[in-house]
Every structure is written in structure tokens, then in C-alpha cells.
């Protein structure tokens, strides 16, 4: 994991975080819309925005993959992509750093294997100016 | 308006780079094995786990039959292709001491289980599992994971990740034609050991 980059901007200013993600080849995961209501989609959620108000998460178009054991084509991410999380800093943020704190949900599948999901921590700093 | 202007530095916040890493076990390969020569297996690890009525099933209940357990679970699409090869498997061979047992490994329980078995028609028993059970097996992190248990309770195959439908056959098939232990310790009794009737 590398070193956050800090999100700045000063009161009533709409910030946008990119959050990186990279699947390991061989491997995908689920997207945010799968194509069938048993698989557990990618989920960007906030568990603690700070000074900042959480708004929607862009995710990137899913690729529909064919894979051995599925019957129809999948809506995966593979490789690397982005999230984009959308705040606003808040009215009466107080100027000076903080952190926003969310959890990444997801589930990950190689061509044979299927591995439980799990719930990765994701920060982001911030600076009110 | 400039007060609410994002730096250019602001507007592409770049942040953590997230990777997604895999347990270690998540990165080995599929792998399927045949079925073991007696000597290099082990007693599969006994546990109680509760069925769709709530009854407590073990693993020793089925001491004496060939036990066929699948770890699964509702989201693993690869498991999904595996369970109807297994349903053929029970209506062929239940009569012939065989059993299918499934461990589904869905945190939600019941509530994500049932109407996955109801809309697959799952004809075997299906059990929810737990870390602990997964532990006992070593720790199953990749889903499915299949063992075939012969019929004195000990691992004689195991199949992680999707198998061919073929090896889970040939499997059955032979260890249900592998006598029983106690067939086989009667027959490894010394003649003047027997008593006649």
C-alpha cells in the first residue's frame, strides 16, 4: 500500500478522491452491479467522512467476462482501476487536517477458485484550508 | 467563487494505492487429487453442525458410508457448477452407502442459503459451517473445496477449487467398492483367531 495523497479544499468545496485499486492478474473481482443477486458486489462505503460529506462513489465500467465456470459472461474489474469518491467539505469544517475513513468490500475469483470476501480499510487524508 | 475553487492538486486527490492481496492461500493454484493409497490417509476431523431443521449433524454419524463434503457457498459461482454433478451423485448412490454433505461457508446463514437450495433443488444435506470447522479442515479458504471420505471416516481425496466432474466419479465409485474397514479387518484376522459357529 502506498502513502495517501492529501484531498484539500477549503469550506463548501466540492473534493473528489481517486482511489486506486489493483487486482492481481489471474484474479478478479466482482464490480458494483454483478449480474447475478448471490455474488457480492465491490462496495465503497464510509464509515467515518470527518469534516468532510460524503457523496457518491464512481466506479469504472465493469468489462463482462466469460469465464469456465459460469454459464454467462460476468461483470468483473480486472487489473487496475479507480474509484472515485465524491465529498463536499462541510460548511463549518474547522481549517486543518483530517481523515475520512471507509471500507472497501469486495469478493475476488481466479478461473477455479472463489475466495470470501473481505473488507479492506480506506483512508483519506484531507487538509480544510 | 474562487473561495470554493479546488487547487489543481485538490481535484485529483490521488490517494492509498490499494492493492488487493489475496491470503496466501488464496494465490495457490486449483489443485485436485486422486484418490489416496489407505496408508497416506487421515482421519477426517469430526465436527456438529446444524442442518436446515436445526438438527445437529456430525461427520462420525456417517461412519461407514463414503461421505462426499463440499465447502461452498452462494456467491462462489465455480461451486455452483459442481453442486448438480453432486446431486447426481447422491440419487445414484445413496442407496449404496453414500452421502453428499454440503458446508456452506456464507456468513448470512440461512437467510442467503435457503432460497439458493430451494431454487437449485438440492436433493443432499446442506449444513452452515463455520471458522472453526474450516479450521479443523485446514483452514478452507478457496471455495470449492471437496473431500471424499471413505468409509472409516478418513480423507481420501481432496479437491480444491473447481474439479472435472469425472474425478469426483471415478472417486465415488471406487472407494464405494473398497470393502469396509471392518470387511477388511475380518480378513486380515489370522483363521485360528475366527471362531466357528
Redesign the interface.
Known amino acids: 500500500m502506498g502513502e495517501p495523497q492529501k484531498v484539500a479544499g477549503k469550506r463548501n468545496a466540492s473534493v473528489q478522491a481517486k482511489i486506486p485499486v489493483s487486482v492481481r492478474p489471474g484474479y478478479h473481482v466482482n464490480s458494483n452491479t454483478p449480474t447475478d443477486e448471490y455474488l457480492i458486489p465491490l462496495k465503497l462505503t464510509w464509515v467515518s467522512a470527518g469534516a468532510l460529506e460524503s457523496g457518491s462513489v464512481a466506479y469504472p465500467k465493469p468489462s463482462m467476462e466469460k469465464y469456465e465456470f459460469a454459464e454467462k459472461p460476468l461483470s468483473v474489474f480486472t487489473g487496475n482501476f479507480e474509484l472515485v469518491a465524491n465529498f463536499k467539505v462541510a460548511a463549518n469544517a474547522p481549517a486543518g487536517p483530517g481523515a475520512a475513513v471507509g471500507k472497501l468490500r469486495y469478493q475476488a475469483c481466479n478461473e477455479r477458485a472463489c475466495f470470501p470476501p473481505k473488507t479492506a480499510e480506506v483512508t483519506v487524508p484531507y487538509q480544510i484550508q | 467563487m474562487s473561495?470554493?475553487?479546488?487547487?489543481s492538486?485538490?481535484?485529483?486527490?490521488?490517494?492509498?494505492?490499494?492493492?488487493?492481496?489475496?491470503?496466501s492461500s488464496?494465490?495457490r493454484?486449483?489443485r485436485s487429487g486422486p484418490v489416496k493409497p489407505d496408508k497416506d490417509r487421515h482421519q477426517a476431523p469430526d465436527f456438529a453442525l446444524k442442518d436446515v431443521n436445526g438438527q445437529t449433524v456430525r461427520l462420525s454419524d456417517y461412519r461407514g458410508k463414503v461421505v462426499l463434503l463440499d465447502f461452498w457457498?452462494?456467491?462462489?459461482?465455480?461451486?455452483?457448477?459442481e453442486i448438480p454433478w453432486f446431486m447426481d451423485l447422491e440419487r445414484r448412490n445413496k442407496d449404496k452407502g453414500f452421502a453428499v454433505l454440503g458446508v456452506s461457508?456464507d456468513?448470512e446463514g440461512w437467510e442467503?442459503v435457503k432460497p439458493?437450495l430451494s431454487q437449485l433443488g438440492v436433493n443432499y444435506r446442506v449444513l452452515i459451517g463455520n471458522d472453526e470447522t474450516s479450521q479443523l479442515y485446514g483452514g478452507v479458504?478457496?471455495?470449492?473445496t471437496t473431500f471424499l471420505i471413505d468409509r472409516g471416516g478418513r480423507i481420501a481425496a481432496v479437491h480444491?477449487?473447481?474439479a472435472s466432474r469425472r474425478d469426483f466419479e471415478d472417486g465415488v465409485e471406487q472407494l464405494l467398492q473398497s470393502p469396509t474397514p471392518a470387511a477388511a479387518s475380518r480378513a486380515a484376522l489370522p483363521a485360528s483367531s475366527l471362531r466357528s459357529e
Open positions: 473561495a470554493l475553487r479546488l487547487s492538486a485538490l481535484a485529483i486527490a490521488l490517494l492509498v494505492g490499494w492493492f488487493i492481496y489475496f491470503s488464496g494465490t493454484p486449483a457457498a452462494t456467491w462462489c459461482d465455480p461451486c455452483r457448477i461457508m456468513d442467503v439458493f479458504d478457496a471455495l470449492p480444491v477449487g473447481l
